[in-house]
T-cell receptor, first 115, second 114 residues
Framework: DTEVTQTPKHLVMGMTNKKSLKCEQHMGHRAMYWYKQKAKKPPELMFVYSYEKLSINESVPSRFSPECPNSSLLNLHLHALQPEDSALYLC??????????????FGPGTRLTVT | AQSVTQPDIHITVSEGASLELRCNYSYGATPYLFWYVQSPGQGLQLLLKYFSGDTLVQGIKGFEAEFKRSQSSFNLRKPSVHWSDAAEYFCAVGATSGTYKYIFGTGTRLKVLA
């Protein structure tokens, strides 16, 4: 099973709201990722968790707060977002790189609209 | 600096025709190479990957890609395109020194004419 699931599929939120995106995988992967993708662009890496610890933060604004409660779950908490944060948010997972890169498996994404 | 170039932003082919999508990379050593496909509003699906060994790799959905070190290329091919292949295709590179990060190309949008 190479499935990564994400909920919700669509989310509309106001700039003062607090919401969360959820991601789950059961492939035993110990690396999990959040990406942001704008229309007609490739995904941009936001965060990487490795063994449930934050490994990479690509200088993402603090209004985005990631959380990895266990090895299968990854959350992205959203607060006080701006309209320019509207995008497709993708979760991915992989084995941890070790001596080389491994393929990442992506979820279907959450389409976020900030009003 | 590492980079990935997909020279073609858009490609249009007729159903049943052959397809080649180009990908060139800039990296000092042999990288790990990937092709992904993304249908509108969906996530990325891994088509195939190259890590080492045979330079012609087979993937899902009838796709194949060939790694050419001398040309720093990893072009994706399909002998006969189906209408369902219409999508965005991304080439990506992962460094061999152990990294979580991909470098993505800008993508090629494929349109298939019936």
């Amino acid at each position: 099973d190479t499935e990564v699931t994400q909920t919700p599929k669509h989310l509309v939120m106001g700039m003062t709201n607090k919401k969360s995106l959820k991601c789950e995988q059961h492939m035993g992967h110990r690396a999990m990722y959040w990406y942001k993708q704008k229309a007609k662009k490739p995904p941009e890496l936001m965060f990487v968790y490795s063994y449930e610890k934050l490994s990479i933060n690509e200088s993402v604004p603090s209004r985005f707060s990631p959380e990895c409660p266990n090895s299968s779950l990854l959350n992205l908490h959203l607060h006080a977002l701006q309209p320019e944060d509207s995008a497709l948010y993708l979760c991915a997972s992989s084995q941890t790189p070790g001596q080389g890169a491994y393929e990442q498996y992506f979820g279907p994404g959450t389409r976020l609209t900030v009003t | 600096a590492q980079s990935v170039t997909q020279p073609d932003i858009h490609i249009t082919v007729s159903e049943g025709a052959s397809l080649e999508l180009r990908c060139n990379y800039s990296y000092g050593a042999t990288p790990y190479l990937f092709w992904y496909v993304q249908s509108p509003g969906q996530g990325l699906q891994l088509l195939l990957k190259y890590f080492s060994g045979d330079t012609l790799v087979q993937g899902i959905k009838g796709f194949e890609a060939e790694f050419k070190r001398s040309q720093s290329s990893f072009n994706l091919r399909k002998p006969s395109v189906h209408w369902s292949d219409a999508a965005e295709y991304f080439c990506a590179v992962g460094a061999t020194s152990g990294t979580y990060k991909y470098i993505f190309g800008t993508g090629t949008r494929l349109k298939v004419l019936a």
